[in-house]
Structure formats: structure tokens, C-alpha cells
T-cell receptor, first 115, second 118 residues
Framework: AQKITQTQPGMFVQEKEAVTLDCTYDTSDQSYGLFWYKQPSSGEMIFLIYQGSYDEQNATEGRYSLNFQKARKSANLVISASQLGDSAMYFCAMRGPLGFNKFYFGSGTKLNVKP | GAVVSQHPSWVICKSGTSVKIECRSLDFQATTMFWYRQFPKQSLMLMATSNEGSKATYEQGVEKDKFLINHASLTLSTLTVTSAHPEDSSFYIC??????????????FGDGTRLSIL
């Protein structure tokens, strides 16, 4: 069974600084995908970044990058140059093996960016 | 990009009422749609997976007679909360997977429905 763990219920970061949100996962599958979503207080889920289990390089999307350490089964999200608008809940999610559509979500991390 | 529309965004109704929530894929065909429930400050809990033209698959512990799901077309899935009670109050959010979508692509989420039962 797949399991996603986010151990930081809440994080604070100063505006313009970088922050790392932790995510570890547990799976026996060789092929899987890891996703990060942002959920502002309004509730919508905003896709941020994707990392495939076979990708050799860490994914990057603008200010978002993923620190993927496969052997440690971790996929931490790094947000550089934090902005006030980055304050939100962040969820790590994993998609199962080929043909299996389900996403498994972590418990989330509430990020607060301080001015 | 792929857009999923969810309606209504907010509903308040009396206990005992049945509430229907719609999830539409606006610019793509969705073979599979997912329904999640989210309590305040908690993660998304998958309730059921619906495939167009077939019965939904419910997660363990989710009452299928309570939460009726219909996926009649490739662009529309509905969730009906039957005889809703205050404990059904929650944030419900749908997502969709498109035809031919590869595994690297994310699920596309609707904006969610806040349901309050008085």
C-alpha cells in the first residue's frame, strides 16, 4: 500500500527567503509519480510540480523545485524567494503504478509567509 | 489548460435535504472522475472513483447509498448527498483524468463545494 507522510503541520518563513516542505513516501512499486499541490484558503487545488520515479533530474517549475531522493523515499518541495501569496496549505501526493489512477495525499503543511 | 468546473461552490440547506454537486470537465473528456471530502485543516479523503458509463467504486467506509455518484457522460459526474445531516457538512472536491492523459500529468481539480447542513 502507498503512504505519504508530511511531518510539518505548520511552517513559517520570512518573505523572500527559501523554504523546504518535507514529504516522504512508502511504496513497493518501481513506477510511480509524485506531485505537489497548493491549496489557498479559497479551497482550490493548484498543481505545482511533478516528479517521476524514473526521472534522473530533480523537477523545477519557476520558484518551485523538488528535492527528490529516491533511496530515502523523500520528495521535498523547495520554494525559493517566498512571497506573501505563497501562504497556503501544501499537499504532497503520489500516484500509483501504471493504470492505477488513485492519488494518495499527505496530511499537508500550512505555510505562513511573514512580511 | 484543462479546466474542471464544480457547482455549486457553496450550499446551505436544512437537515434531511438531498444535495447534488456537479463536476464538469470543460475542455477535455474525462474518463475518470474522483470525489474527495475534506474536513477543516485535514487532507483530502478519496470517497469514490467514477468511470463514465459504469458504477462508481467507493472507498472503504463510504456509504454508497448515502453518496450517490453518477458519471453519465465524458464531461459530467454528479455527487448526490442524500438526506443530508449536519455531520455531512464538509468541503467536497472533484478531480478528473482525461482520455489519453499520461501518467506524468496531474489530476485536474474543481474549485470545491462547501456544504453546510443546518
Amino acid at each position: 500500500a502507498q503512504k505519504i507522510t508530511q511531518t510539518q503541520p505548520g511552517m513559517f518563513v520570512q518573505e523572500k527567503e527559501a523554504v523546504t516542505l518535507d514529504c516522504t513516501y512508502d511504496t513497493s512499486d518501481q513506477s510511480y509519480g509524485l506531485f505537489w499541490y497548493k491549496q489557498p484558503s479559497s479551497g482550490e487545488m493548484i498543481f505545482l510540480i511533478y516528479q517521476g520515479s524514473y526521472d534522473e533530474q530533480n523537477a523545477t517549475e519557476g520558484r518551485y523545485s523538488l528535492n527528490f531522493q529516491k533511496a530515502r523515499k523523500s520528495a521535498n518541495l523547495v520554494i525559493s524567494a517566498s512571497q506573501l501569496g505563497d501562504s497556503a496549505m501544501y499537499f504532497c501526493a503520489m500516484r500509483g503504478p501504471l493504470g492505477f489512477n488513485k492519488f494518495y495525499f499527505g496530511s499537508g503543511t500550512k505555510l505562513n509567509v511573514k512580511p | 489548460g484543462a479546466v474542471v468546473s464544480q457547482h455549486p461552490s457553496w450550499v446551505i440547506c436544512k437537515s434531511g435535504t438531498s444535495v447534488k454537486i456537479e463536476c464538469r470537465s470543460l475542455d477535455f473528456q474525462a474518463t475518470t472522475m474522483f470525489w474527495y471530502r475534506q474536513f477543516p485543516k485535514q487532507s483530502l479523503m478519496l470517497m469514490a472513483t467514477s468511470n463514465e458509463g459504469s458504477k462508481a467504486t467507493y472507498e472503504q467506509g463510504v456509504e454508497k447509498d448515502k453518496f450517490l455518484i453518477n458519471h453519465a457522460s465524458l464531461t459530467l459526474s454528479t455527487l448526490t448527498v442524500t438526506s443530508a445531516h449536519p455531520e455531512d457538512s464538509s468541503f467536497y472536491i472533484c478531480s478528473a483524468r482525461g482520455v489519453g492523459q499520461d501518467r506524468t500529468q496531474p489530476q485536474h481539480f474543481g474549485d470545491g463545494t462547501r456544504l453546510s447542513i443546518l
